[in-house]
């Protein structure tokens, strides 16, 4: 299968590797599609402090299932089923874990970054860490992870609701998500950036 790999700053190939083998608990996935984030340019450009060489980048994505090893009625997991999954593996044993902090695990490893990636063409995740689409189209879904954080800043913490003025700094891709979680809520919402560009675009998102 062809995958794409970061061997070491500032240079990527598309390489031919083993597709891989479910281990028990896993799941095959055949890899649909995968949004750049800003920390895969990073790992490219060697500016990302966690990422590691070689690497293979991707951690926003969206696939189906090929394979699954093991019951996975309790996840609602099927083959044939697309998903997307959560690309952040926590320890689950340290103080943040124990605390339900998982985002604050110690020993956290990011697919893309301390892990290998989603771009490839098959891949495998565990069960716990795929979720079913719900219907939406693949590309809605590789957009899944940036939006979850959008929504936890502007939703979650911020907690903007109906009836209040929510300002947004910066229309980049995870501020136009803010803005339209925040809208989602009722609230009325400004965008400000110094390019016109990314502010069009986020008034169409």
């Known amino acids: 299968m062809k995958t794409i ?14 597709k891989p083998a479910p281990k028990a608990g896993e799941a095959l996935l055949k890899v649909l599609c995968g949004g750049i984030c800003g920390s895969d340019l990073g790992t490219y450009k060697g500016t990302f402090a966690y990422a ?10 969206s696939a189906q299932i090929v394979e699954l090893n093991g ?3 309790a996840y609602g997991l099927k083959e044939g089923m697309v998903v997307t999954c959560n690309p952040y593996f926590n320890c689950t044993k340290c103080y943040s874990c124990a605390r339900g902090l998982v985002n604050c695990c110690e020993h956290n490893e990011t ?4 892990r290998d990636g989603a771009f490839s063409e098959y891949i495998t995740m565990p069960f716990e860490r795929i979720y079913d689409g719900k219907g939406l189209d693949p590309a809605t879904l ?11 800043g502007a939703v979650t ?7 209040d003025k929510v ?8 501020g136009a998500l803010a803005a339209v979680a925040a809208k989602s ?7 400000a950036d110094v390019a016109q560009k990314k502010i069009d675009y986020a008034v169409k998102s």
């Open 157 to 163: 913490r911020g907690q903007a609701k109906k009836g």
């Open 142 to 152: 590789a957009a899944i992870e940036p939006f979850c954080i959008s929504y936890h």
């Open 71 to 73: 019951d996975a009625s």
């Open 52 to 61: 590691s060489y070689p690497r293979i980048p991707g951690h926003e994505f």
């Open 5 to 18: 790999i970061i061997p070491k700053p500032g240079e990527v190939q598309i390489i031919e590797t083993k």
């Open 185 to 191: 809520q009722g609230a009325e919402v400004y965008i």
């Open 111 to 114: 697919m893309g970054a301390q």
């Open 167 to 174: 300002l947004v700094i910066g229309a980049g891709t995870i």
